[in-house]
């Protein structure tokens, strides 16, 4: 049996309240967002990828079972790794979430046996509370025990002392490890860290202690292609934009807020979209690390639109914890299974149609961007 998870049982109260708010708040964003929109029509609303379009071209097409779906993610050595390769059959991913409650234990396990029987590559949400609070590592633990084979990525926040990188990776026996870089959330968050300049810092020290590969993610805000450029000149190989547009971390730290005093909606909207991170730094010259896409991933189809856009892989949290989440009639593992099974087919399917045999054939195609992305390549440069 795992240890009993809730408050009383030693897990700082608020701390723990945060984790189940923050799924509470996650899971009803994602009921909005697939409620119909006001001309009736059922769909998901303003999605960030629907500004980017391909060009059909009617002869261009492969068969669809001559697609090899597989991605393959290069890294450098680091100071605790050799240099290698990751090869994911699917080229999407499990992105990072939670774990340190009763609830979210759950919801890890149900994510891990869905990753094992679908091979997908899967991240747990901060372990940052089981390192200090040991009583709550089942709620993470929960998903090697599920899933012992598969590639699994710790997580931790930056500003964490940097062993922290060595005890979170040890805590899962991790393949990689997810470094959240948060500035806005903190920001919005009432009880939030505010010591911003020491980050980059952090995120050097964190990745030289880590003895797996490091990949810097934001979580829903994006990476700029300056960020992106620091993060190369110190030796990141690895990281996932993660855009607004999906999961929106203000809106959940804001409806949190005793009160709402110093509510931050004024900031609603705020950074870049993944298309706009990866547009940008695909045109961007210098080094740059290898790039993953998250950020309001709804269907396979923005997934080949992040691939095309220059993503290496792309990871999806809100819409597959919708599928998860236990507390929903019909949720739990199967539910998920059935949709990756499905998201692969479809994304199979695009490829074919778009004539991509693979991932690298997907950069050849022609694409239109449109409205506020186009926007925003042009104000930045980006032809
Ligand atoms: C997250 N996300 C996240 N990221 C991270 O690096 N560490 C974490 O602990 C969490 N926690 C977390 C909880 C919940 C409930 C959700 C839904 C998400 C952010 C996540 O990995 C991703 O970057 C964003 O959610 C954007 O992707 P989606 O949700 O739009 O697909």
Redesign the pocket.
Known sequence: MPADLTPAHGLDASRAARKDE??AL?LAQQRRAAEPDASGAAGPGASPFAELDFVHHALAGVDPERVDLGTTIAFAAGPGHAAGTWRWETPFYV????GGTERTRRINRELAIAARETGLPL?C??VSVALDEPETAPGFTVIREENPDGFVMA?VGVGRPADDARRAVELLGANAL?L?VNAVQETAMPEGSRDFSSWLRSVERLAAASPVPVIV????FGLSRGTLRRLAEIGIGIA?V?GRG??DFLAIENARRPGRAGDLSILSGFGQSALACLLEAGAASGPAPVLLA????RSPFDVVKALAAGAAAV?????F?AAVDPERPGGGAAALIALVEDWRDRTRAVYALLGARERGGLLATDLIVRGALREYCEARGVD
Do not use: F, R
């Not at 990871?315 to 819409?319: D, E, F, I, Y």
């Open positions: 923050h799924v996650a992105n990072g979430m939670t991240a949400g901060s997580n997810q959240h993610k934001e979580v829903g996932d993660s999906g999961t998250s950020g309001g991933v990871g999806v949290a809100g819409a914890l």
